[in-house]
């Protein structure tokens, strides 16, 4: 079983159909087999799949299925296998492009066989390699380890929801503030006191003093400010809330909350060589982050692009930073451990590190003219492209087209590079990986918005810190209020009866 190849389990003689084919047409033929995909062949070779999702896509979108031919909704130049390929890599490759069903090809190309997904698992759990099964899925993948109803991300549809609201929907309607409460307690807010309740919060309880050593540590900013969340805590003198009356763990959350932004902007002034700027009560949370980063009172444009950001990065399922807060909450630590934690994994440029990197790159491309060669060149020498691809998502980020939306709302100066260089990405790179499902993510059109919003690029990261809080006090109050220690196990690989 060890070695058990594609060629041992698929399926003979698939089903199959022409380009030209009728919706209704391989509709009926998938029926009659009782099978929930068909492999489109023209001649001998593989040119397509058409699956029952593709189907119900396509009856979504008003199509008629006695007038809409099969190549028109079929995934083109879907991912082949051979025979001689292992069950394992087939489940990677599924798993990692979100499809069920991979056509076997001869080393000519020509179709013998298909495998599903439902094959490939039934076969893996024989063999102790089921993606499901405890610790054997590298990085916690496709693997569930706690119930939320904070968010939901739907990455077939590219659709992401906060406690049933359409968050592009919330970003282009409501307030930070608004969503924040949203989170924490399930509902939209009635009236203006948890702003008000919240703005009273947000002076930090260290002295500049303090604050100015942090700045001059020497680390990065991230680090600085992982150590200013830690530090806030010591000075509030947070108590592991297993020890605790869990109800503080709440109060705690909502002041974590509120002084992130006031660290990150007293921070970076102090790095700068200036003095920190009081919070004022006044302002929306956004304008008030710009106010204490600047010194000067922010546009309604600058604010309008900050706030849009803030709600469309606060939450986004268990992601390393969000599940880090979670770990470290289930041992019973403090609130303010478990945000520091989550801070210190944000940190790290496969998470939080990317947006500022797009600027680089639009940078170095210089011109929409320039865009074309600049990425042929980046595709053909393995250079990586940033702000393209998502783990998650299979479909358009829904955070990126709205950002993508309020850059040319604000006539961002750098709309006309930023389009080109993602139409010629997105068109190269589809040419270059087909069958692969590639999108522009949300780090892309951030970083454009955060330049509107006048926001420096060395504080992007941080401003993520600012938004994804209220993201992880949420999940740490989940845990507060229905824990378990997370424990994972881990499969061992090392040797076996070695003598001392």
């Known amino acids: ?39 489109v062949v023209d001649g001998s070779e593989v040119v397509g799949i ?24 079929m995934t083109s130049t879907p991912v082949t296998m051979q025979p001689t390929d292992d069950i394992t890599h087939a489940l990677d490759q599924m798993f990692e492009r979100s499809f069920r069903h991979i056509p076997v090809v001869d ?5 013998v066989g298909i495998v599903s997904l439902r094959q490939l698992i039934g076969v893996a759990k024989l063999r102790k390699v ?36 359409d968050a592009v929907e919330l970003a282009k309607s409501k307030s930070f503030t608004d969503v924040w409460h949203l989170l924490l307690y399930g509902d939209l807010p009635t009236d203006d006191s948890f702003a008000r309740r919240t703005a009273e919060l947000r002076a930090a309880p260290l002295d500049t003093q303090t604050l100015r050593d942090l700045a001059r540590s020497g680390g990065t900013f991230m680090s600085t400010l992982q150590a200013a969340i830690s530090a806030a805590g010591a000075a509030w003198m947070l108590q592991p809330w297993l020890d605790d009356d869990p109800a503080k763990a709440e109060e705690s959350c909502l002041r974590l909350g509120a002084i992130v932004p006031t660290l990150v902007a007293a921070l970076h002034r102090l790095e700068q060589g200036e003095d920190p700027i009081e919070p004022d009560p006044n302002l929306s949370h956004a304008a008030n982050y710009l106010w204490m980063m600047h010194g000067e009172k922010p546009t309604n444009e600058q604010v309008l692009a900050t706030d849009r950001y803030l709600i469309l990065t606060a939450e986004h399922g268990m992601n390393a930073s969000t599940f880090t807060g979670r770990v470290i909450s289930s041992t019973g630590a403090d609130v303010g451990s478990a945000v520091a934690g989550a801070a210190g994994a944000l940190s790290g440029p496969l998470h939080g590190g990317a947006p500022s990197l797009v600027l680089n790159m639009l940078d170095e491309i210089g011109a929409p003219e320039r865009a074309g060669e600049w990425i042929t060149n980046a595709v053909q ?3 990586r492209i940033m702000g393209f691809g998502h783990r998650v998502y299979k479909a358009e980020d829904p955070r990126a087209a709205c950002l993508r939306e309020t850059a040319i709302e604000l006539e961002s ?22 069958g692969r499902a590639l999108y522009t993510n ?15 690029r060395k504080l992007f990261t941080p401003t993520f810190a600012v938004s994804r809080t209220i993201g992880w006090t949420a999940h740490i109050l989940e845990q507060v209020r229905d824990n378990r220690l997370i424990r994972p196990t881990a499969d061992y690989v090392g040797p076996w009866d070695r003598k001392v």
């Open 50 to 73: 058409l699956t029952e999702r593709d189907l119900v896509r396509a009856t979504g979108s008003g199509a008629h299925p006695t007038d809409e031919r099969v190549d028109g909704w």
């Open 1 to 39: 079983m060890a070695d058990l190849r594609l060629g041992e389990v698929m399926t003979p003689d698939p089903l199959t159909t022409a380009p030209g084919t009728t919706l209704a047409e391989a509709a009926s033929a998938m029926r009659e087999r009782k099978v929930g995909s068909i492999v």
């Open 107 to 111: 080393e000519g190309g020509a179709l």
């Open 381 to 383: 020498t393995g250079k």
């Open 413 to 434: 100066e750098r709309v006309a590079l930023a389009k080109a260089v993602e139409a010629t990405t997105l068109e190269t790179l589809r040419a270059a990986k087909p």
């Open 130 to 165: 089921d993606p499901w099964s405890p610790g054997t899925g590298k990085g916690l993948e496709n693997i569930t380890v706690a119930e939320t109803e904070l968010s939901y991300i739907d990455g077939q549809a590219g659709r992401l929801i906060y406690r049933g609201y």
């Open 442 to 456: 949300v780090e892309f059109w951030s970083a454009v918005v955060l330049e509107r919003a006048g926001i420096p």
